[in-house]
């Protein structure tokens, strides 16, 4: 089976930078998705790392250890719109369709 | 390019009633995957398929059936509602070891 492990809030400020991390111990893994879902939406797609190391992207990096079973996102310069709800999810083969989420940590910005 | 499309949108059923949710996606994937996502929680897996005519159980399948007899429709059957499936249900799409786009969900209330 597959246990991720997520906090459930954070409160970050304006400007500033926030790590939102993501256990996970599994019985096989292939690759770990963060996802941004805003209330009442649809989760979109962030990062997707398969390989140990930092992956950045703009404003927002995603770190993997395969071998510490960790993740985390890194967002910075902090928007009022970065304030969402963020999904760490594993995929256990090559399968993207059959990945386990975590419960999702909930990122308040404030002024 | 409509992407990953779900009907209905909201849905109120009395106990003991079944319906169908109806999912398509018109990007070829051969990935596809319906999640429930209950208050403050993450994505729990339904039922998913690995192509047409392929369809496996995920972490919650009781209560819940599904087919897949072309790439672009994946219908979710409740095959007699209870007060427990109130919930927010997604639909998903992707390819092999890629993101999984989602549909905008169908928010179910079992009275």
């Known amino acids: 089976g597959q246990n991720i492990d997520q906090p459930t809030e954070m409160t970050a400020t304006e400007g500033a930078i926030v790590q939102i991390n993501c256990t996970y111990q599994t019985s096989g893994f292939n690759g770990l998705f963060w996802y941004q879902q805003h209330a009442g939406e649809a989760p979109t797609f962030l990062s997707y790392?398969?390989?140990?190391g930092l992956e950045e992207k703009g404003r927002f990096s995603s770190f993997l250890s395969r071998s510490k079973g960790y993740s985390y996102l890194l967002l910075k310069e902090l928007q009022m719109k970065d304030s969402a709800s963020y999904l760490c999810?594993?995929?256990?083969?090559?399968?993207?369709?059959?990945?386990?989420f975590g419960d999702g940590t909930t990122l308040t910005v404030k002024p | 390019n409509a992407g990953v499309t779900q009907t209905p949108k909201f849905q109120v059923l009395k106990t003991g009633q079944s319906m169908t949710l109806q999912c398509a996606q018109d990007?070829?994937?051969?990935?596809m995957s319906w999640y429930r996502q209950d208050p403050g929680m993450g994505l729990r897996l339904i039922h998913y398929?690995?192509?047409?005519?392929?369809?496996d159980q995920g972490e919650v399948p009781n209560g819940y059936n599904v087919s897949r007899s072309t790439t672009e429709d994946f219908p979710l059957r409740l095959l007699s509602a209870a007060p427990s499936q109130t919930s927010v249900y997604f639909c998903a799409s992707g390819r092999s070891g890629d993101e999984q786009f989602f549909g905008p969900g169908t928010r179910l209330t079992v009275l």
């Open positions: 999810a594993v995929t256990g083969n090559t399968n993207a369709g059959k990945s386990t």
């Open positions: 790392n398969v390989l140990d």
């Open positions: 990007m070829n994937h051969e990935y």
């Open positions: 398929s690995v192509g047409a005519g392929i369809t």
